[in-house]
């Protein structure tokens, strides 16, 4: 990170952490996991492509991806276990938030129940989850998306909000629905096409891995 990021910080401000999940805590991203396995690379990057032009919402997007997955939430799930790691270091993470009273936020454009199931063997239970509810009807899946705008849970809300509560917001992600969220946390850890997008717009950032490392950057500042 550039020593501009954490300047921002200001130690009488509490810290807020907010995350994305898919990418960021579960590897790999389950939705882009699903939308391939159901349909091709060429479908999700297909849409990928055409959310980045601007031709597709995030919100319609995703919806798309969604769309093609086929079976029960159980089948789903069960097939998921076996090809998705959560961060090895974010259970342990999640405790050390609990224990700082840092509050910490999953903000995801995806599925809350796959979240909820795929976190639930952590038992974290003061992990706040912002994510869209599952729908089947009669076998296709859809999402009830949290919000009217064209991301179908806009992340950059919640940020917004905590700002505006006195947080000092941390925010990680790693993908285009983290980016509204990303312009206005005044800490970003990013990956993948978030680090670049934070790249383009010169918007101070740390490229991370893993949460270990996030805990590890974020320890000094608490003692501040
Ligand atoms: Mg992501």
Redesign the pocket.
């Known amino acids: 990170m550039t020593s501009s990021g954490f300047s921002a910080f200001s130690a009488s401000q509490p810290l807020a952490i907010f995350s ?5 805590i579960a590897h790999p ?1 389950t939705l882009n996991f699903l939308a391939e396995t159901f349909s091709s690379l060429e479908f999700r990057h297909g849409i990928g492509k055409r959310i980045a032009s601007g031709e597709l919402s995030l919100r319609d997007g995703i919806q798309q991806e969604v769309a093609v997955i086929q079976g029960t939430l159980e089948e789903i799930l069960s097939y998921l276990k076996k090809h998705v790691e959560i961060d090895k270091a974010f259970p342990a993470f999640a405790g050390w938030c609990c224990e700082e009273n840092i509050p910490l936020t999953i903000l ?3 599925i809350k129940d796959i979240i909820e199931n795929l976190l639930r063997p952590y038992n974290l239970k003061q992990v706040k989850i912002l994510a869209n509810p599952l729908r089947i009807d009669q076998g296709r899946w859809s999402l009830q998306f949290l919000d009217e705008t064209p991301w179908g849970h806009d992340k950059s809300r919640a940020v917004r909000q905590a700002k505006t509560e006195g947080h000092c917001v941390v925010y990680l ?6 980016r509204g969220a990303a312009q206005i946390a005044d800490l970003v850890f990013a ?2 096409g ?1 680090a670049r997008f934070c790249a383009e717009q010169q918007i101070p950032h740390k490229v991370f891995a893993d949460f270990h490392e996030v805990q590890r950057e974020l320890m000094p500042l608490l003692r501040r």
């Not at 994305?20 to 960021?24: E, H, L, P, Q, R």
């Open positions: 994305d999940f898919d990418g960021t991203d995801s454009a995806g992600g790693d993908g285009l629905s983290d990956k993948a978030l």
